[in-house]
């Protein structure tokens, strides 16, 4: 998806908040991620008025405009969430899992914000509004979760004009990030990928062979070069795909 016609949401708050409040070099037992300073994007004014922008966001839009607003969307309100609970505890959770609780039912349902005038749980908008209506395994390097094994959030804003190039960038970071992403040791013939090719599997083309055939035109060129000529038209000759297990810590600066 890409197009050059002016945009219908203009972004630009999330995107200059992206590029003010975020660092490379976080790592969190082991897991490199891009970290966020919370406390940072909570003061910063910008923030709850990108949330408005959401909010009151057309219905009708281009499908790449969709698309891309959609990802901010779940990006935005998944930090939302995040510094709502800083707000009001005063302090961050060690995980976004910490958010869910007996009463409100897991984080992933909870109501989270609103777009185009209507209000969305996190896993409305990754299922419904994005897996559901888009053949677009990609998506998954684009969501995060604030958590350190998701793939990396992406210090721009999504934007319909740059939309496939922004999505094949995210799919490389992802795979070129050896604690999280895709590593591949030739020795032992052991694949290990993130467990997000594990979990949707079906979105990948398939558990094993098919998720590595996806992955590897974005992983690093050697890596991908040698692992790709140890793949038969059968099965995986020898490789064995692993995954990384998941760090649910914090993304935090």
């Known amino acids: 998806p ?3 016609a002016s945009p219908a949401v203009d972004h630009s708050a999330w995107d200059e908040l992206l590029q003010a409040h975020t660092a490379p070099g976080g ?3 082991g897991v490199k991620a891009l970290a966020v300073d919370y406390h940072a994007v909570s003061a910063d004014p910008r923030f709850d008025a990108y ?3 959401l909010a009151a ?4 839009l281009s499908p790449a405009e969709e698309l891309a607003l959609f990802m901010n969307a779940y990006n935005a309100l998944c930090i939302g969430l995040i510094v709502s609970h800083l707000r009001s505890k005063g302090e961050l959770p060690k995980s976004i899992n910490d958010l869910t609780s007996k009463e409100g039912g897991p984080v992933w349902d909870l109501p989270a914000g609103t777009v185009c005038g209507r209000k969305y749980s996190l896993n409305e908008i990754e299922h419904d ?3 559901k209506k888009w053949d677009e395994p990609a998506v998954h390097a684009c969501i995060v979760c604030a958590s350190a094994s998701c793939p990396d959030l992406r210090p721009q804003a999504f934007v319909a004009s ?3 190039e922004q999505m094949d960038d995210q799919l490389r970071a992802w795979m070129a990030n050896p604690t999280k992403g ?3 040791d030739q020795g032992t013939g052991e694949i290990k990928m993130s467990r997000i090719f594990l979990w949707f599997a079906d979105d990948f083309g398939g558990l094993g062979k098919p998720s590595l055939q996806y992955a590897l035109p974005y992983a690093p060129e050697a890596a991908a070069k040698a692992t790709s000529a140890r793949l038969g038209d059968g099965g995986l000759r020898g490789l064995r795909v692993r995954y990384f297990p998941y760090n649910w810590d914090l993304n935090m600066k």
């Open 182 to 184: 895709f590593v591949a």
């Open 57 to 60: 966001a057309p219905a009708e």
């Open 51 to 53: 949330l408005e922008t």
């Open 162 to 164: 740059k939309l496939r």
């Open 2 to 4: 890409g197009e050059a």
């Open 27 to 29: 790592e969190y037992g």
């Open 129 to 131: 509004e994005l897996r």
